[in-house]
């Protein structure tokens, strides 16, 4: 009989968070989000495009850059509905098995955009130390093998933790920080012993993103050690140099949030709900929108295609 008082994870409604104290801005909040996401969306599927279509762009580093403008689209799509439904139209009840797949999808694509730029580094590091044998030791076939490998460590490893998270009972009346799913707030509103997620996650997160730094950290520092032996040599470095300088700072727009975001969640029991729904927002909108801006930028390819497409579109 005691089972049978618990709350089903079927039958369970959670009501997602916004802005606190700001409800009465919701519209204009909402409008600069959808413009935020707007731009994220069309610098991305601007990205995957070039890519796509310019032969001279099918090498190592410009496939593992699309592969990063499509775990950023994933990112875009798979927050925007409950954000914006959020924002717009009020709509602040979602349902269990909706609220665990999002923060699944949601999860899966922060790791998988964490792999990816690990991934690039390395693409970085062979490039520059092993520039006659580039093509050689990342030839297509083997970038869509590691691409592969990445989306499946990225997914497989939280299947654990959220087939644990979809059998736990829930509060009555859940409410969650931000306006969309993420596990530290599904965790919290369990009305169960959730030592395991709360331990297997953690693990998973150091083991994925925490190697995935210490990797990327790695390789800059061998990728410095080939640029002072190209300066004795007598080679310029600063071109070698140059193409690391967007992947650097991909890395720590995509870090800096996150890092954020998890010291908001375990140990700022304290903090205002407005510093929650701030630091969410950032997280998730963030990367999506300062990556193709960097890499326009920074890499001359991108940009003179993308300058190439909108005089093609003005002239039109």
């Known amino acids: 009989m005691a089972s049978a008082t618990l709350p089903n994870v079927s039958l369970a409604v959670f009501a997602l968070g916004g802005f606190p104290g700001l409800e009465t801005a919701y519209g204009w909040i909402g409008t600069t989000v959808f413009c935020v996401y707007l731009v994220a969306v069309l610098g991305n599927c601007s990205i995957l495009y070039i890519v796509w279509v310019e032969p001279s762009l099918h090498r190592p580093m410009y496939q593992f850059l699309a592969m990063l403008a499509a775990t950023d689209l994933g990112l875009c799509a798979i927050t925007m509905p409950t954000v914006l439904g959020v924002l717009w139209f009020r709509l602040r009840q979602i349902s269990s098995q909706a609220c665990i797949a999002q ?46 490998a990445l989306f499946l460590r990225s997914t497989l490893a939280l299947l ?104 908001i969640h375990r140990f700022g029991q304290h903090a205002p709900p407005l510093v929650y729904a701030l630091m969410g927002n950032v997280y998730i909108l963030f990367p999506p929108l300062m990556n193709p801006i960097l890499y326009s930028l920074k890499t001359k390819e991108i940009s003179g295609r993308l300058l190439q497409m909108l005089r093609s579109l003005w002239k039109a």
Not at 124 to 144: D, G, K, M, Q
Not at 174 to 192: G, K
């Open 160 to 263: 654990p933790a959220f087939y644990f998270l979809a059998q736990f009972p829930y509060c009555p009346h859940p409410r969650l920080s931000h306006s969309y799913c993420l596990h530290q707030d599904l965790i919290r509103s369990a009305c169960s012993d959730t030592t395991f997620n709360n331990f297997y996650v953690l693990v998973v997160i150091f083991l994925s993103m925490g190697s995935d730094l210490l990797f990327i950290l790695l390789s800059y520092s061998l990728i410095l050690r080939a640029v002072l032996g190209m300066a004795s040599s007598g080679r310029s470095p600063v071109k070698a140099l140059s193409t690391c300088a967007s992947h650097l700072c991909a890395v720590l727009v995509f870090c800096a949030p996150a890092l954020g975001l998890s010291i």
């Open 103 to 148: 923060a699944f999808f949601l999860h899966a694509f922060a790791l998988m955009e964490s792999a990816v730029l690990f991934a690039m580094a390395v693409d970085r590091f062979v490039a520059i130390r092993y520039p006659l044998r580039y093509s050689e030791l990342l030839s297509t076939p083997r970038v869509l093998r590691i691409g592969l």
